[in-house]
């Protein structure tokens, strides 16, 4: 295949993510976000498009069982800056209409809302990424990504339009993001989320690094967690089990307040109260 392919993390043991198929429609991402775990990816940080990218779709879908779950995107995003210009995402998702195939969109952009009308006629469902609502703190994790104000209301209008959403609090951040898990769960609420899945900041070895210069007050406090008292899963660090586990039943509290499903992204705990981590459950049959 040539560019969608078997969602695989790493063929982690606390994945709970459904069979699915993977599609980035660019290489690399521009949004900048310091914790993105796809930075072994060759200039990364510079969005790329690919050559004949439907062609290569076409040739791949008909490898593809009818009915599949197609993720767009898992290792970039499918609504990078320079898609403004291209529209590739746009242009995947009008060939995709042609065929029978479940669509999980997972994004930090809000010009996601310029295809709602394509999104209308699929099978679709769209999960919008939200880590913090203040400005120097979301300014310098994900620097080039659209504000999380535009996100969220991003997210009303694809709610009014019958796309069914979810919210990605994903990761959150001890010491610097974990008291917004009340005001981000409500604003989610507000904005008609049927889905939260959440998740703690698991760095690598660069994303460490990315965050120590960005945040180095906070790295200082959470590095023995991680280092020391922590542990390596699958190539990251994980923080302590309780203080993962309390801070995932923190937001799991906060969504039963608001009626939301919810669900934990590779933490290992047994307390998802959604149909599927991912969201890819709402999308209609």
Same mark, same amino acid.
């Given at each position: 295949?040539?560019?969608?392919?078997?969602?695989?993390?790493?063929?982690?043991?606390?994945? #709970?993510?459904?069979?699915?198929?993977?599609?980035?429609?660019?290489?690399?991402?521009?949004?900048?976000?310091?914790?993105?775990?796809?930075?072994?990816?060759?200039?990364?940080y510079q969005?790329?498009?690919?050559?004949?990218?439907?062609?290569?779709?076409?040739?791949?879908?008909?490898?593809?069982?009818?009915?599949?779950?197609?993720?767009i995107s898992n290792s970039?995003?499918?609504?990078?800056?320079?898609?403004?210009?291209?529209?590739? #995402?746009?242009?995947?998702?009008?060939?995709?209409?042609?065929?029978?195939?479940?669509?999980?969109?997972?994004?930090?952009?809000?010009?996601?809302?310029?295809?709602?009308?394509?999104?209308?006629?699929?099978?679709?469902?769209?999960?919008?990424?939200?880590?913090?609502?203040?400005?120097?703190?979301?300014?310098?994790?994900?620097?080039?990504?659209?504000?999380?104000?535009?996100?969220?209301?991003?997210?009303?209008?694809?709610?009014?339009?019958?796309?069914?959403?979810?919210?990605?609090?994903?990761?959150?951040?001890?010491?610097?993001?974990?008291?917004?898990?009340?005001?981000?769960?409500?604003?989610?609420?507000?904005?008609?989320?049927?889905?939260?899945?959440?998740? #703690?900041?698991?760095?690598?070895?660069?994303?460490?690094?990315?965050?120590?210069?960005?945040?180095?007050?906070?790295?200082?406090?959470?590095?023995?967690?991680?280092?020391?008292?922590?542990?390596?899963?699958?190539?990251?660090?994980?923080?302590?089990?309780?203080?993962?586990?309390?801070?995932?039943?923190?937001?799991?509290?906060?969504?039963?307040?608001?009626?939301?499903?919810?669900?934990?992204?590779?933490?290992?705990?047994?307390?998802?109260?959604?149909?599927?981590?991912?969201?890819?459950?709402?999308?209609?049959?």
């Amino acid at each position: 295949m040539y560019v969608i392919r078997p969602f695989d993390p790493w063929r982690s043991k606390i994945c #709970t993510c459904p069979e699915k198929y993977s599609l980035n429609p660019y290489t690399g991402c521009g949004h900048g976000c310091i914790y993105c775990y796809a930075t072994y990816i060759p200039n990364f940080y510079q969005a790329r498009r690919k050559k004949d990218l439907l062609k290569r779709i076409r040739k791949d879908l008909e490898k593809i069982p009818r009915g599949s779950i197609i993720s767009i995107s898992n290792s970039s995003d499918p609504y990078v800056p320079i898609d403004k210009k291209y529209e590739d #995402t746009r242009k995947c998702l009008q060939l995709f209409g042609n065929y029978d195939f479940r669509i999980l969109l997972i994004t930090k952009s809000d010009l996601v809302l310029r295809d709602i009308d394509v999104l209308q006629n699929l099978k679709s469902a769209v999960t919008l990424t939200v880590t913090s609502l203040k400005k120097e703190i979301y300014s310098r994790l994900e620097p080039n990504a659209p504000e999380p104000e535009k996100r969220l209301k991003a997210i009303k209008e694809l709610t009014k339009a019958g796309i069914l959403t979810g919210i990605r609090f994903d990761p959150i951040f001890p010491y610097l993001t974990d008291d917004e898990i009340e005001e981000i769960v409500g604003r989610a609420s507000e904005a008609g989320v049927k889905h939260i899945v959440t998740s #703690t900041f698991k760095p690598r070895y660069n994303g460490w690094r990315r965050f120590e210069k960005a945040f180095p007050e906070t790295a200082k406090s959470l590095k023995p967690l991680y280092f020391k008292e922590g542990e390596k899963i699958d190539n990251a660090r994980y923080l302590p089990r309780e203080i993962r586990e309390n801070l995932m039943l923190r937001v799991k509290e906060e969504c039963s307040k608001y009626g939301i499903p919810f669900a934990t992204c590779r933490e290992g705990f047994g307390m998802n109260t959604s149909k599927s981590c991912d969201g890819s459950h709402l999308i209609r049959h």
